[in-house]
Structures are given as C-alpha cells and as structure tokens.
C-alpha cells in the first residue's frame, strides 16, 4: 500500500467521527459529571477538526472563523458548567449522576 | 508523504488519548489524557494550516480549560471512586451498545461517500494564516464578534453568581431557603 502525496479529506472526517464517537461513548457509559463534561469537550473538539478540514479544503477561511467562536462559547461553557458542578457537589456531596436526582419526581 | 505520516501519528495519538479519557478510572489522569488529545489536535490543524487555531488550542483549550478542569477536579477531591453495581453495569453496557451503533453509523456514511468532495488541499495562502483570519473576523464577522464578546460577560457574571455559595447544605439535600 502506498502513501498519498496529501492527506485526503474523508481521512480527516473518518478521524473526527472518531473522536466525536468515542465523546458520545464517554456521555453515555460514564457517570462523574466531571468526565462527562470532558467527552462533551471531545465532541467540540471533533468538530472543531472537520471544520478546520473543510475550510482547508474548500479553500475557505470561514470554518476557521465558526472554530474560533466555538473555541469561545466552549470557554463559557466550561466556566458556567464546572461552576454549576461545584455547587451541586457542596449541595449533594456527590458528581455522580444517577445520584443527582433532584428533580426526579 | 511527510504530513501523511504526521497525520497517522497524531490522530493516533489524538484518538488512543481520547480513548484513555473515557475509559481511565481517575478523573485527573482523564483530564490529563485531554491535554494530549488536545494537542495532538494542534498539531493536526498545523498540519490543516490553521496556525492561529493551533496556537489557540494550545493555549486556550490546553491551558486556560484543562486548568480550570483540573483546579475543580482537585478542589472537589473525589477520592470514592465507585463505577461498579449491577444497574450501572447495565446503564454502561447500553451505553456502549448506542456509541457503537453510532460508529457504525457514521462509518457506513463515510464509507458511501469515501473520496467525494475535492481531491487535493488548497494551495498555500500566500498572506499569514493569522492576519487573513483577523481580516476576516474584523470584516465580515464583526457582528459575530461583538457578540461573542457579550456572551463571555454573561458567562463571567454567571460564574460569578454560582460561585458565591450560599449557606450550608440542608439535612436532607433540600437547599436552604
């Protein structure tokens, strides 16, 4: 098998589904809040890649610009998240989320 | 032949770490496996020409994030670390069953259109990646900006409310009024 002179695009995307796969994975099978807002960062970040891949390729700047903005709302996300987290451990005692049952019924 | 074998090692890179994220038992060692993966996809958008966004996640998602990640981590000090019970041990395996059907789904969608799209990347711009994005982003996308701007404040004044505190946590987890 022989090496392409350039990396093709559905390598790129094949690599950010991927990673936006193992992100959902994390959501689901993992139960610290903490960790599930990491696999929600791997999910950004996945495509983050395609965008970045495809303005490459499309020979365009504006996927740039959309990761840019994403870059941002993922900074206030994190903030308000991990702001939200502590209070529910200094409320509950726990990051688990089946524990966190509060509004059950 | 060079970025082919450079994109082979960093999306391995990216995707074994990622891996590790969510399968490691310590939340710090998580958190530090992100940094990498974070990294890796740096070096990746190198790779793209994204230069400015290499640099951003370097210093933005691996720095200003992961830090705050880690501060919370070990401010929080979760050293009870229970994954096992036969209920989450069902919860984790549909889990795992609706993640892998969702990789398959996205292979058998990449596998229909596997080469379309163009073939080879763009030539090289001549203008600096960080000037031609910072043209942009103070032309066409001011507005955008701008409201981006607004929406850190919002977040700022919102970390700062919830971070506040505000009494003692009941008896029973019922929040004091």
């Known amino acids: 098998m022989t090496l392409p002179a350039a990396v093709p695009l559905s390598w790129y995307l094949a690599l950010s589904g991927a990673l936006f796969t193992i992100g959902v994975i994390g959501v689901l099978v993992r139960r610290n809040a903490l960790v599930i807002f990491m696999s929600i960062e791997l999910m950004l970040n996945a495509a983050n890649l395609a965008f970045v891949a495809f303005s490459r390729y499309l020979h365009s700047l504006d996927g740039q610009i959309f990761v840019f903005f994403v870059m941002t709302v993922a900074a206030a996300e994190v903030a308000i998240g991990l702001a939200i987290i502590v209070n529910v451990f200094r409320l509950k005692e726990t990051v688990y989320v089946d524990e966190i049952n509060l509004m059950k019924g | ?177």
Not at chain 2, 23 to 38: C, D, E, G, I, R
Not at chain 2, 63 to 79: C, E, P, R, S, T
Not at chain 2, 102 to 110: F, G, K, M
């Open chain 2, 1 to 177: 032949m060079m970025t082919t074998i450079l994109f082979g090692a960093f999306g391995l890179l990216a995707v074994v770490c990622a891996l590790l994220v969510i399968l490691h038992k310590n939340p710090v060692t998580s958190a530090l496996f992100l940094v990498l993966t974070f990294c890796s996809l740096a070096g990746l958008y190198l790779l793209l020409q994204a230069e400015f966004l290499a640099m951003v996640q370097v210093i933005v998602y691996a720095g200003a994030i992961m830090v705050l990640f880690l501060f919370v981590i070990m401010y929080l000090n979760l050293d009870r670390d229970v994954d096992d019970g036969v209920p989450h041990a069902l919860r984790r395996w549909v889990g795992w069953a609706i993640g892998l059907l969702l990789l398959v789904e996205t292979a058998v969608l990449l596998w229909n259109r596997w080469g379309a799209g163009p073939e080879g990347p763009a030539a090289p711009v001549a203008v600096g990646n960080t000037s031609a994005v910072g043209q942009l982003l103070y032309t066409r996308y001011l507005f955008p900006f701008e409201v981006t701007s607004v929406l850190l404040l919002v977040a700022i004044i919102g970390a700062v409310m919830l971070g506040k505190g505000r009494t003692q946590p009941g008896p029973s987890g019922v929040p004091p009024q």
